[in-house]
């Protein structure tokens, strides 16, 4: 299951931002390091909540700025 | 010596062809755009056809993730590729101090109508937070067309929209003229855009009886100064110009496809709708446009009419020419494309202006098809329904618009 989020992830961030999957890692900075803009973050935190059926609420959203900090968040919350 | 404007670049998506070369054969062929809606379920609406481009693939311009995202309303996408094909067709590199001394002007009329219309749907059956993207606004914002492209071609000069409804594109192309004309800007990349053909689009027309409601013969429905016009055809695309200084045009070695030589602006100040009394609004702006190109009347040969094919408008327009032109009306072209490609509302103006631009450059005349039966009030050469290859000197382009605003652009080869 961790594998597969984190997968799910990886190819979410990459169709929202246009990078190719290997470039995306665990540690990459959506706007510093796939040189995404703040209104594509807030797109990739809308389609985060559709894929997993959650809702991140924008205190929340806030502090996610790279790919791990989304798997992280989905992993504490997924049941 | 003032400073002459050259256009350099065109570039055309329209309803009877994506690209320069396809939309000029299909106009010289008479080719009608016009076909049923496919957009989406006209069923119940009196008018059911509309002039849609066909295709198109947004992907040969922006990217994909563009085309999903921030430019994802076709009146940003049109405005892309036709503002991509004139500024290759120009070779224009915008770069240096140039970058400064470069500006975009798009106008339209509504903007990104249909994803106002989608949203707003997807509002009512998802809520605010999963209905509403975060690039809505800047999808649907009317300076957006130019600001995009602006941002793809470093212009960073003037950047921003006329909104003047079927006059928008028009007065977009002669605000640019006049930036270089008088020293603002050296480079414009200029024209207007729209993409209307959604159910408040058509609905909103047709409520206003403006529309034709040949149902059973789209291609027929467009039929400016004949007798049996019922309205006009709502369509959609985009024409884009790049206009350049002239002397630093030829000394780029740019190929200077024709000259703008006059323009102006005017207000009927009259009705929302209706032209005013003998058009005044439209005569007085066509006169100043001819005295702002120093040209007499006389030296115009070719007319590229409003035309729109509505009841009032033709008969109106057919008086306003006879008028400024006196006898030499008897002797002009007055051509209505808008046969062939319908109704482009705000893009009317530029996809018009850079058919003026190639019958000049290229010594072709497009019809204004369906011409059947005369109408004893249009009694001018509408150049029916066969093109012609004559060389013109100068042609004149109108365009009125509602809310009562004109705008009129003057051409000339600018071989001389």
Known sequence: ?79 | MPRRVAVTGVGLVTPVGVGNEETWQALLAGVSGIGPITRFDAIKFTTRFAGEVKGFDPTRWISARDARASMSDPFVQYAMAAGTMAMEDSGLVVDGELAERTGCFVGSGMGGLGTIEATHLALQAKGPRHAISPFFVTQIIVNLAAGQLSIKYNAKGPCYSQVSACSSGAHAVGDAFRLIRHGEADAMICGGSEAVVTPLGVGGFAAMHALSTRNDAPSEACRPFDRDRDGFVLAEGAGILVLEEMELAKKRGARIHAEIEGYSATADAHHITAPAVEGEGAQRCMRKALADARLDPTAIDYVNAHGTSTRMNDPAETLVIKKVFGDHARRLMVGSTKSMTGHLLGAAGGVEAAFCVLALARGQIPPTINYTTPDPECDLDYVPNQAREVRIRHAISNSFGFGGTNACLVFGRGDS
Do not use: C, H, W
């Open chain 1, 1 to 79: 299951m961790a594998e597969n989020i984190e997968e799910k992830v990886t190819k979410i961030v990459a169709e929202q931002f246009e990078v190719p999957v290997e470039k995306v890692t665990l540690s990459s900075l959506f706007m510093d390091d796939l040189k995404a803009d703040s209104l594509s973050v807030v797109e990739l935190v809308l389609a985060i909540e559709e894929a997993f059926g959650l809702e991140i609420p924008d205190e929340d959203a806030e502090k996610i700025k790279t790919v791990g900090d989304v798997v992280n968040y989905v992993k504490a919350r997924a049941k």
